[in-house]
């Protein structure tokens, strides 16, 4: 998954880049005009000259509009985007101020999971710890044997633990000590002690799943989210695209193409 994460951040801004259109409603034209005066004399004055121009709402100037009006957004883009890594479906479509709880969330996430990680081990090296100095207990390639572990939890010393597997004929479970399988608390105040900071280091670290849970839950939550933000940035565009005012202004030329004025328009688009 961490993978696929890098690569999202990778493609996303190109994504990002390719659906911003930008179209420019003022034009710079420069040309040259020959005047024939009525005298017959020619001149040939170089005459420079700026036309501001806007789209006409009423000409229906698709190509200009389109850009000036951005381009939609895919909801499945968005889904694939807040699914991978939640928040950026919502980056996608243009949508951060609801897209940033779902990075925080995530961050947080993934925090109280190191934490708990952290914790859950520093509570189990302690216990063993104290196991071997309270119980003479030898860890060495024991420590992925978390059977003995627990078992020195329930019992005062090796002897007592063997001598109730016999009793149930449980002959392949007994310990040998002297395969280093030894452990003989003082009293049970140190076994108890012991058994809590086991009990704890366990239960901290299993505590991780529903962490991991909850990140499921939020990178699923993200994508679908993402899918009603894509749509909400569409909705808006199609209705600031069909309705509303719209401020267009020009100038006004004589025959002779010299500017008289300047030209303001309103329209309404339905």
């Known amino acids: 998954m961490r993978f696929l994460k890098i690569v999202v951040l990778l493609l996303l801004p190109f994504t990002l880049f390719s659906q911003e259109q930008f179209g420019s409603d003022f034009r ?7 005047i024939i005066p009525l005298t017959g004399s020619v001149t040939t004055p170089l005459e420079m000259k700026t ?16 850009k000036t009006r951005g381009s939609k957004k895919s909801p499945g883009l968005a889904f694939i985007y807040g699914l991978l890594l939640p928040g950026m479906g919502h980056v996608y479509a243009d949508r951060f101020g609801t897209g940033k709880y779902f990075m925080i969330s995530e961050a947080t996430l993934w925090l109280t999971y190191a934490a708990f990680s952290i914790y859950g081990n520093w509570l189990l090296d302690d216990a063993y710890n104290y196991a071997t100095t309270h119980a003479g207990i030898t860890v060495g390639d024991k420590a992925s044997d978390d059977k ?5 939890a329930n019992y005062s010393n090796v002897d007592e633990y063997n001598n109730e597997k016999l009793r149930f004929g449980e002959y392949e479970k ?7 399988y030894y452990f003989w608390w003082n009293s049970d105040e140190e076994r108890r002690l012991y058994r809590g900071d086991k009990i704890g280091g366990d239960r901290t670290l299993n505590d991780r ?22 749509n909400g940035y569409n909705d808006d565009l199609k209705e600031k695209s069909s309705g509303g005012f719209r401020m267009n202004a020009g100038v006004i030329k004589n025959f002779n193409n010299r500017i008289d004025g300047i030209k303001l328009n309103i329209s309404k688009n339905f």
């Open 209 to 230: 799943l529903f962490v991991v849970g909850a990140v499921l839950i939020n990178h699923l939550i993200s994508g679908i989210s993402a899918v009603f933000a894509a």
């Open 174 to 180: 007994l310990y040998l000590p002297e395969n280093g």
């Open 51 to 66: 036309n501001l121009s806007f789209p006409d709402s009423l000409t229906g100037d698709n190509k200009t509009t389109a």
């Open 28 to 34: 710079l034209k420069s040309s040259d005009k020959k």
């Open 148 to 152: 003995f572990f627990i078992d020195i």
